[in-house]
């Protein structure tokens, strides 16, 4: 790598220094800058992916001996939202992990939570930061405990994870007034469009749910000539949905992102929908 960066760098000197005119010769001079500046931020990315690898890796191997044989690389490299103005970031690690009982590897997310002095020119420091593991398993339930702390509608919360309800779209004739099971939505032009609550195949389509803007929606709609998005709450920047989830943290709705509230740090963090749907898709395949 240092060979291939020096060779680069070399080039550009060449070229700032053959430049036929002044004004050439500036432009050459401010575009080695700009190339050099980024080669080095990329450096410095990589070194910093590299040093919270090894950090996510001796956490595993020192706090989960039953990992005997897996690998690890990060998943998402910022979990948290972009606004998310809290002193805590997060960032996730997809593991494969083999299970002697199968012979098979088993997927596992981990979570790492860093606080305001988590790096430095040493690489990760440790006291800043706190780590997660989730299976399958754990994480559909803090997923589907979420979805329920953010749907609107009492009868599209889901009650039973081998049944996850949604929306199918059906015409206006079809629709049943004195049937739970069905319900109107007002689209964005005005128009009032008629569903019928379904239920999908945990094992063939949970994993294709997704966390959109406007609430749940089924990704792959193979099954299903329309599938309405389950609508969550709608709330102002201000406003918050909390549920006490378990010993270490508390579930948070606000702004459309999975918010976590650890207990011991006493910080809320907001994990974003695309990073959310990464983490489901990869437990789930």
């Known amino acids: 790598m240092k060979t291939k960066i020096q060779f680069i760098l070399l080039i550009i000197l060449l070229f700032s220094m053959n430049a036929k005119s002044q004004n050439k010769e500036s432009l050459a001079v401010?575009?080695?800058?700009l190339i050099a500046t980024g080669i080095a931020t990329s450096i410095a990315v990589e070194q910093l992916k590299e040093s919270m690898e090894l950090t996510a890796t001796e956490y595993i191997i020192k706090n989960h001996k039953e990992m005997y044989a897996f690998s690890l690389s990060i998943l998402d490299y910022g979990v948290t939202k972009a606004s998310d103005l809290s002193n805590i970031s997060a960032f996730s690690f997809s593991i494969q992990s083999l299970n002697p009982s199968t012979g098979k590897y088993d997927n596992f997310i981990l979570l790492m939570f860093v606080g305001k002095?988590?790096?430095?020119?040493?690489?990760?420091?440790?006291?800043?930061?706190k780590f997660k593991l989730f299976d399958k398993e754990e994480w559909n339930k803090v997923f589907t405990s979420y979805c329920?702390?953010?749907?609107?509608?009492?009868?599209?919360?889901?009650?039973?994870?081998?049944?996850?309800?949604?929306?199918?779209?059906?015409s206006a004739k079809d629709f049943k007034e004195n049937d739970t099971s069905f319900v109107h939505r007002t689209d964005v032009n005005g128009r009032e469009l008629s569903y019928e609550i379904v239920y999908l195949d945990k094992n063939k389509d949970f994993k294709k749910i997704a966390l959109t803007k406007k609430g749940l929606e089924l990704r792959d709609l193979r099954d299903f000539d329309v599938v309405g998005i389950v609508p969550f709450y709608t709330l102002t920047g201000d406003s918050y949905l909390v549920r006490d989830f378990s010993y270490d943290y508390k579930l948070v709705y606000n702004e459309n992102s999975l918010g976590l509230f650890l207990k011991d740090w006493g910080v809320l963090t907001q994990i974003g929908n695309v990073s959310v749907n990464k983490i489901h898709e990869f437990l789930n395949e």
């Open 30 to 33: 401010a575009g080695a800058g």
């Open 117 to 129: 002095g988590w790096y430095n020119d040493y690489g990760v420091n440790t006291s800043y930061t």
């Open 148 to 170: 329920n702390l953010a749907i609107a509608d009492p009868r599209l919360k889901i009650k039973n994870i081998e049944a996850i309800p949604t929306l199918k779209r059906i």
